[in-house]
């Protein structure tokens, strides 16, 4: 499967975006989906995650209740919902795609997004 995340962009401390990840092939609905970001200068950190169904979610725990996962099979699409952004949130976000569960580390993730830019500005 191949993903394409779109949506980032500047935003103001306290506001919103929504995150995209279109993905190509048929089997979109056969996986778990997540999403990562990448701060400046740091490693990649695990954001969230979503099994194929859409009925089970986990969140790093730093970011629950500001953030929310979801996807729409039907439209091979992944979606996050960012609130309240605040400065620390900027980073580059990826979405991925693999075959284990509700998994929170990069390895365990096959397919992966080109990132997209989210810049929260104080």
């Known amino acids: 499967v191949q993903l394409q995340a779109s949506g980032g962009g500047l935003v103001q401390a306290g506001g919103s975006l929504r995150l995209s990840c279109a993905a190509s092939?048929?089997?979109?609905?056969?996986?778990?989906m997540s999403w990562f970001r990448q701060p400046p200068g740091k490693e990649r950190e695990f954001v969230a995650v979503?099994?194929?169904?859409?009925?089970?979610?986990y969140y790093a725990d730093s970011l629950k209740g500001r953030f929310t996962i979801s996807r729409d099979n039907a439209k091979n699409t992944l979606y996050l919902q960012m609130n309240s952004l605040k400065p620390e949130d900027t980073a580059v976000y990826y979405c991925?795609?693999?075959?284990?569960?509700?998994?929170?580390?990069?390895?365990?993730?096959?397919?992966w997004g080109q990132g997209t830019q989210v810049t929260v500005s104080s």
């Open positions: 991925a795609g693999g075959n284990y569960g509700l998994a929170i580390e990069v390895y365990e993730y096959d397919y």
């Open positions: 092939g048929r089997t979109f609905s056969s996986y778990a």
């Open positions: 979503i099994n194929w169904s859409g009925g089970a979610t």
